[in-house]
């Protein structure tokens, strides 16, 4: 009988320090991310692209503010109840299934990632985690 997957908390404890905030990762945000956080800030979804964003290509993606840091980090995410899905993902990005060396890339700059535990755990861990109603991983 194998064991139970290790769960996000024992992966991963948020210690705030904005490290994931600061520079330009990329963070996307789709359409449902920005009606939520422009109803949270009570803007116009239609200026929050040009207010906030920067373009990739064709995708907008959260501008950085002259310090480095994400546009809505004030010493903590000024928009953490409805963050966009890609920040409500971290660590757990789809991404880590490719190639679970990302894990260890992502834990330097990141003192929340545990590291001690196997690739073999931590890969049935993210599965379990990304994809948790699949009962076949």
Excluded at 8 to 25: S, T, V
Excluded at 96 to 108: E, S
Excluded at 116 to 135: G, N
Aim: glycine share 6%; charged share 25%; net charge positive.
């Amino acid at each position: 009988m194998a064991s139970e997957p290790l769960r996000e908390a024992d992966l991963f404890h948020c210690k705030r320090c904005g490290d994931c905030c600061k520079g330009y990762g990329g963070t996307f945000v789709t359409p449902e991310d920005i009606r939520r956080i422009a109803a949270f800030l009570q803007e116009d979804p239609d200026r929050f692209v040009p207010k906030y964003c920067q373009m990739s290509g064709k995708k907008p993606v959260l501008a950085q503010a002259e310090n480095g840091y994400c546009v809505f980090w004030e010493g903590l995410c000024r928009i953490h109840p409805v963050k966009p899905r890609m920040c409500r993902q971290w660590p757990f990005i789809p991404g880590l299934l490719k190639d679970l060396h990302n894990w260890h890339i992502m834990a330097k700059a990141c003192p929340g990632i545990r590291t001690d535990i196997s690739d073999a755990q931590l890969e049935r861990a993210v599965k379990a985690i990304i994809f948790p109603h699949d009962r076949h991983l």
